[in-house]
């Protein structure tokens, strides 16, 4: 390469003359292809722009997979929300609670400020772990269920929150184990009713809650 040529100013430019390059035999076929075709041809690619659709954007789920996620996916979200919320009522059960004792005591300044944060924080805790536990509960027979059965439906919604009634009060006597069984189908059964009369008041085109 010589001097001259590297001393001159860059151009995107094509090139005309003795310095054009030649054109290969593979990119000549393209030109044809794109004459074939009436479609210009990307020189990035080499594909016809008309072959790709130009449609609403689509995804891609495996054979035989539903497009909603499973009891698996949707165990974390649960178990996370859970906490959280406890945490929060928790918080604010233990800052009334806080308040009335401190008001009781007759205490103020520092003592007053570390009582309430103690108050807080234990209630809090104690809140989030409990509800914590019941959301593993509740997801480790529902993950267990859509395994077992196949399926995911109402009927594992009902029966994963028997059961975790069921267990979380089970060190407690029979009778407060079957409490909690019926505590957990009152409340999982409530939730089925109220997912049945939301997708009812959908398929009617109706906003409202329309109950059974």
Aim: aromatic share 8%; proline share 4%; net charge positive.
């Amino acid at each position: 390469m010589s001097d001259d040529y590297l001393s001159k100013p860059l151009s995107l430019a094509p090139t005309t003359g003795s310095d054009e390059p030649k054109t290969s035999s593979r990119f000549s076929n393209v030109t044809s292809a794109s004459t074939t075709f009436g479609a210009p041809i990307s020189p990035y690619l080499n594909y016809d722009p008309r072959f790709l659709q130009q449609a609403q954007p689509e995804f891609i789920f495996p054979e035989g997979a539903t497009k909603q996620r499973g009891r698996f996916e949707l165990a974390f979200s649960q178990i996370g929300s859970s906490v959280m919320v406890g945490a929060g009522i928790g918080g604010v059960a233990g800052f009334y609670n806080g308040l009335r004792t401190t008001k009781a005591l007759q205490q103020t300044g520092k003592l007053w400020r570390t009582q309430m944060l103690n108050h807080v924080m234990k209630q809090g805790s104690g809140t989030a772990n409990t509800l914590g536990t019941l959301a593993v509960m509740y997801s480790g027979f529902g993950v267990l269920l859509q395994a077992v059965r196949g399926e995911d439906d109402d009927i594992n919604t009902v029966v994963a929150g028997t059961a975790t009634g069921l267990l979380y009060k089970s060190t407690a006597g029979l009778r407060k184990c079957a409490i909690g069984g019926a505590v957990g189908l009152g409340i999982s059964g409530l939730y089925c009713l109220a997912q049945l009369a939301r997708a009812n008041a959908a398929s009617n085109g109706n906003s409202g809650m329309k109950f059974l």
